[in-house]
């Protein structure tokens, strides 16, 4: 008898005496109800479609409970407009899951069960440079602090307040950490408090927001469940043992924080203000190359700017020039006339670009992306290389996690001269990596911006269609 078989029918008789549990119902029925929110800590729209934290980790939970029961599952997701509104889902029935980012607290699992942690951050006071920061909570009083309601940090400020009674705020019901952040670098707000994994992201975005102090640390994150969940929450626990062992919780967390830790405000002020005075000039031309390419004209734009800050008549100490910053070989086989030639760098170093992607299909998404912003500054050999120290000793090739360990190696001899390629500067990918990832991410927030605000950066896709497509690039994608 199949396992599958084996443990169905141990479900059946487990609960012949009662109504079929949730996850019987999630078998049954083949869709799973998860509620979310959009934000960039939780589920969003990226270059490859949809992708967030937690919405890696809902899809490789439901991988885990198809091929556990061998029956096909559908993710049915569900966006919250407050906090309020997913605990309430949770409690109706009309979410199994809540994958939000949420703090494990007090209050909460009073109504909804919890499952383990996969995250630890503290709670951050914010306000912005040059505004003053404020020593103490007793500075607060007669300032505009507003935090989003029904929040984990409305119970930490309560509880401060028995030492600080003029400590006041109020609560949005409706506001996401972003447009917070935003309130208060825009100064309509003095203050705001966040989760620390957010004020990491954001300040990318908003360089002038800073940490005034920490109100609490080791706050847990965790998936919530509905009181009536308990079969689903053990396979969730299951799940995330797993996941913690075989590296994929710490891969999803690498994948969206890995770079917030290198954040470089100087340069993030002056990306910005180039976006503003430079990219104007060149934003036709990477429209063009995306698509002709069918790659996101935001990763486009970030690479041209990581090679050569938009600058059409940069040229290297080795001789590399123009804009997307091309060798007088590669242009020559991407038959480029004139390496100065904004037009035809961009595209050219668009379809370079794709080529190298397209020779990485034994990489799962998104590292493969990773992976081929690595061979464009340090070239294919080199990364092949790099792939086989991974195999070497005894790690994932895969997985930009590891590779980003073992391309350093190749500036040790103990190392270079057992791959074929030799000696590399190994340490400049993985930098140039992490700084087209952050001048992605800042394209993407700014252009979603400017669809709220003025049409500045108008965006490629208007119709919702996944812009660097997996199954074949260049070719016709659906949503997800």
């Known amino acids: 008898m199949k396992r599958a078989t084996i443990v169905l029918l141990a479900l059946v008789l487990s609960t012949c005496s009662r109504s079929p549990s949730t996850l019987e119902e999630v078998l049954e029925t083949g869709q799973l109800r998860v509620i979310t929110r959009n934000s960039p800590t939780t589920f ?3 270059p ?3 992708e967030g934290p937690e919405y890696e980790r809902v899809e490789a939970f439901r991988a885990h409970l198809e091929e556990r029961y061998e029956r096909s599952i559908r993710i049915d997701y569900q966006f919250a407009d407050s906090l309020a509104e997913i605990f309430t889902a949770l409690e109706s029935g009309t979410a199994h899951i809540a994958a939000a980012s949420l703090t494990v607290t007090p209050a909460r699992q009073e109504r909804v069960n919890f499952g383990p942690a996969y995250q630890q951050v503290s709670q951050y006071l914010v306000y912005k440079l040059n505004t003053g920061r404020p020593r103490s909570l007793d500075a607060l009083q007669g300032k505009r602090l507003e935090i989003m309601a029904s929040s984990s940090f409305a119970e930490t400020l309560h509880g401060l307040r028995a030492e600080h009674p003029q400590l006041a705020w109020s609560e949005n019901p409706y506001a996401e950490p972003s447009d917070l952040l935003q309130d208060v670098h825009d100064q309509t707000l003095d203050y705001t408090v966040v989760d620390s994994n957010d004020y990491y992201v954001h300040r990318y975005y908003m360089p002038d927001l800073r940490k005034a102090m920490r109100l609490k640390k080791d706050d847990q994150l965790a998936w919530a469940f509905g009181r009536d969940t308990d079969f689903l929450r053990r396979e969730a626990e299951d799940f995330f043992a797993k996941a913690k062992l075989n590296g994929l ?10 770079h917030t830790d290198r954040f ?14 430079r990219l104007p000039d060149y934003l036709q031309m990477f429209l063009t190359a995306s698509q002709q390419t069918g790659v996101d004209w935001r990763l486009l734009a970030a690479i041209g700017y990581q090679e050569s800050h ?4 940069a040229v290297s100490p080795t001789g590399v020039r123009g804009l997307m910053m091309l060798t007088r070989s590669t242009a020559g086989r991407m038959g480029v006339e004139n390496r100065r030639d904004a037009a035809q760098s961009i595209s050219a170093g668009s379809r370079y670009f794709l080529n190298i992607y397209n020779r990485l299909d034994d990489v799962p998404e998104p590292d493969r992306i990773w ?11 080199h990364l092949q290389d790099a792939r086989r120290l991974a195999r070497m000793n005894d790690l994932d090739p895969d997985r930009w996690l590891v590779i980003q360990e073992m391309l350093p190696l190749l500036t040790q001899k103990e190392w270079y001269s057992q791959v074929p390629h030799g000696y590399a500067r190994g340490w400049e990918p993985v930098g140039y990596v992490d700084n087209v990832r952050t001048y992605f991410e800042i394209l993407n927030w700014l252009s979603s911006e400017a669809e709220r605000t003025q049409p500045a950066l108008p965006d490629a896709y208007p119709d919702d269609t996944a812009p660097l497509q997996t199954a074949a690039v260049g070719s016709e994608t659906s949503s997800t």
């Open 371 to 381: 992976f081929a912003l690595a061979a464009y500054n340090v070239g294919y050999g």
């Open 249 to 258: 919780l710490a891969q999803i967390e690498e994948r969206y924080y890995g």
């Open 48 to 50: 490859l479609g949809y």
């Open 44 to 46: 969003y729209r990226g």
């Open 310 to 313: 938009w600058d059409p008549q």
């Open 264 to 277: 470089d405000y100087v340069g993030t002020r002056t990306f910005k203000r180039h976006v503003r005075s």
